[in-house]
């Protein structure tokens, strides 16, 4: 018999492309790492170091789900990012090393609470309400690391066809290596860890009904409508 005092929570995954769940763990994410985007937010776009807030892990939508408009907000926003999916665990990983530790890759979405987030910034509250929210991580199908180079490749975000962000992996500020050494020195990666690299400049409000597509060359796609 279990000892636990209630149903432990089932583990939270995204498919696989051909088959197979990857288990999430936790969910990394950097922000400001694309220049346009940082310049938007009224920020300098300077290489600063990079910066770090967390969703939790059931907070991942999978398999083209309805995403639930969120309560507490009147400006809901897409951020159309890669996703890196950690396999191997690692602490102070050199920038050489570490793409040895990804396991994959995918598209997501980090939907933001914008007006709460704005709100926490002006009081110097933190994040969380407006970022690590129910549902609040849309996923596609994890493609396995072999062949696929994080260094280039277009990024888009499409609402109701229309492209609304379009990018290229490679005005990252902080290249995925430069991410992963930098947050192995803050904790230690461990497998089923994600880490969403940021978004490209255009985030924009979404409403109910919206179906919102994204991709990333050569790793896949992600999709969801707002309902
Ligand atoms: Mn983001």
Redesign the pocket.
Known sequence: MSQYVIAPPSQAAIPVQGGGLFPVRRIF???RNYAEHAIEMGSDPTREPPFYFTKPADAVLTGGADMPYPPMTKQLHH?M?LVVAIGKAGANIPVERALEHVWGYCAGL?M?RRDLQNEAKKTGRPWDMGKGFDHSAPMGPLRPAAGFDPSRGRIALKVNGAIRQESDLSKLIWSVPEVIANLSELVALAPGDLI?T??PENVAAVQRGDLLEGVVEGVGEVHTRLV
């Open positions: 994410c950097v922000g951020e990012e980090d933001t969403m940021g978004t």
